[in-house]
């Protein structure tokens, strides 16, 4: 990973997912992330609007790092890295996408939920994947013993992490953060209520600094 994502998720190990197909709701969304205490963001490509969405993030806002998520193709990925995009987060592991993401520099965390999958991206050079989903995929313990055996993975459990069970996750030292759409609630963002996405941004850095200090 770059020294700046290292840093950021040592600070603040949660990574909000941004799923907005209207750019301004996208911004304001980042923006109210951000004053409760993160900014590492994934945006979502699950709308047509989503990467204009990233774009706007990242022209409209100051000392974010915005990355990619959902991305399922090697062209997806190549037009994401040139729209700006930090990272990339894939469902799962496609080798194409890996090795252009090593090549070029880019952190990709690819969705692995399987020792053979880990262990494949361990092969590819990886040595940060994504824990996908997490609560179906056999949550902690899974990830411990996925650690035991991986010694050099680090992993970011996404899918089913909460509040409830983030200290869990984040107590575990292979966990470099947890993503989560929780953060970006839809019934707030519709409702214009984006001081209620800080207010779950901050409850998330404090459940953070709790376990990790």
Do not use: H
């Not at 990355?67 to 194409?96: C, H, N, W, Y």
Request: proline letters at 6%; charged letters at 15%; hydrophobic letters at 50%.
């Amino acid at each position: 990973m770059s020294t700046d994502l290292t840093s950021r998720l040592q600070s603040a190990p949660v990574v909000p997912l941004i799923a907005e197909d209207d750019p301004k709701a996208a911004v304001k969304v980042a923006r109210a992330l951000g004053q409760g205490g993160l900014s590492v963001l994934e945006v979502v490509l699950r709308s047509d609007n989503a990467q204009a969405g990233m774009e706007a993030i990242l022209a409209q806002t100051q000392d974010m790092v915005v990355g990619a998520g959902t991305v399922l193709t090697l062209d997806q990925a190549k037009s994401v890295v040139a729209s700006g995009a930090q990272f990339i987060v894939s469902p799962g592991l496609v080798d194409e996408i890996a090795v252009y993401c090593l090549d070029q520099g880019i952190p990709f965390f690819p969705g692995c939920m399987t020792a053979g999958e880990v262990q494949r991206a361990y092969a590819l050079g990886l040595r940060e994947v994504k824990f996908f989903p997490a609560s179906l995929a056999g949550g902690v313990p899974m990830l411990k013993a996925f650690s035991s055996v991986f010694r050099e993975m680090r992993f970011m459990p996404t899918g089913g992490v909460s509040p409830e069970n983030l200290a869990d996750f984040l107590a575990l030292p292979s966990v470099i953060a947890c993503g989560g759409s929780w953060l970006t609630p839809k019934d707030a963002i519709a409702a214009g209520r984006f001081d209620a996405v800080t207010v779950l941004a901050e409850n998330a850095v404090e459940i953070a600094r709790g376990v990790r200090g």
